[in-house]
């Protein structure tokens, strides 16, 4: 919150009524007027996850994202229909046709490509655009993928009249600070929530070769 950032992400584990107890401690702790999020990676099965999302329906968490196995469509519709909390899949998807049975099925509110896992920048916007034609938002998922990712990630951002936010992770990652030479997306480059589009040729990144080959000589 001291960085900027308007908004964070809660990770879940397998104990669900723990999950409930940090839910709940984190929006006691931030206030009303930071968004949260919840990502299970699918960590619980289709009768766990509205047993979490009915117990945090009242603290305003935006979305709960990948709760359950993402090859469980059924259950991504069962579970829409009873959550109190919107939920968010796409980062296991690989094109844009993959998504199309949860948007055209309103299972989904938030749909998360990830640029380097589907198919590129092109069925990125793909995605985003098809999402935004079902109501949906466009929220890239970046993870812990490196300068590439997050570069190219922040240029769909610019260009999707549907984009709802894009994560930024805190963690530090060479991945992310070593591999380019002047790094874009970083936690500490966060103003007021935002973050800048890198300038320049192609993504606006030039990739430290020399950094690369050590790496892959360790």
């Known amino acids: 919150?001291?960085?900027?950032?308007?908004?964070?992400?809660?990770?879940?584990?397998?104990d669900v009524n723990a999950e409930i107890r940090r839910a709940k401690t984190l929006r006691a702790h931030v206030g009303p007027d930071i968004t949260?999020?919840?990502?299970?990676?699918?960590?619980f099965d289709e009768y766990k996850a509205p047993y979490f999302t009915n117990a945090v329906g009242d603290l305003g968490i935006l979305w709960f994202e990948e709760p359950i196995q993402p090859e469980n469509r059924n259950g991504y519709l069962r579970l829409a229909q009873r959550s109190p909390v919107a939920l968010a899949a796409g980062e296991s998807e690989f094109t844009a046709h993959d998504l199309i049975d949860l948007l055209a099925a309103g299972a989904i509110q938030y749909?998360?490509?990830?640029?380097?896992?589907?198919?590129?920048?092109s069925e990125s916007l793909r995605v985003a655009m098809v999402a935004d034609a079902f109501h949906v938002k466009y929220?890239?998922?970046v993870g812990f993928?490196?300068?590439?990712?997050?570069?190219?990630?922040?240029?769909?951002s610019a260009v999707s009249p549907n984009l709802s936010c894009m994560e930024c992770r805190v963690t530090p990652s060479?991945?992310?600070?070593?591999?380019?030479r002047t790094p874009v997306g970083l936690y500490t480059q966060v103003k007021d929530g935002c973050l800048a589009i890198p300038e320049g040729p192609g993504l606006g990144v030039e990739v430290d070769?020399?950094?690369?080959?050590r790496y892959l000589d360790r």
């Open 1 to 14: 919150m001291a960085l900027g950032f308007r908004g964070i992400k809660l990770k879940t584990g397998a």
């Open 36 to 43: 949260i999020m919840v990502d299970g990676n699918y960590i």
């Open 111 to 121: 749909a998360q490509p990830d640029v380097t896992r589907c198919g590129g920048i």
């Open 139 to 141: 929220a890239p998922h």
């Open 145 to 156: 993928s490196g300068a590439i990712c997050v570069a190219a990630s922040l240029h769909l």
């Open 174 to 180: 060479a991945f992310r600070e070593e591999l380019v």
């Open 209 to 213: 070769w020399k950094r690369v080959d």
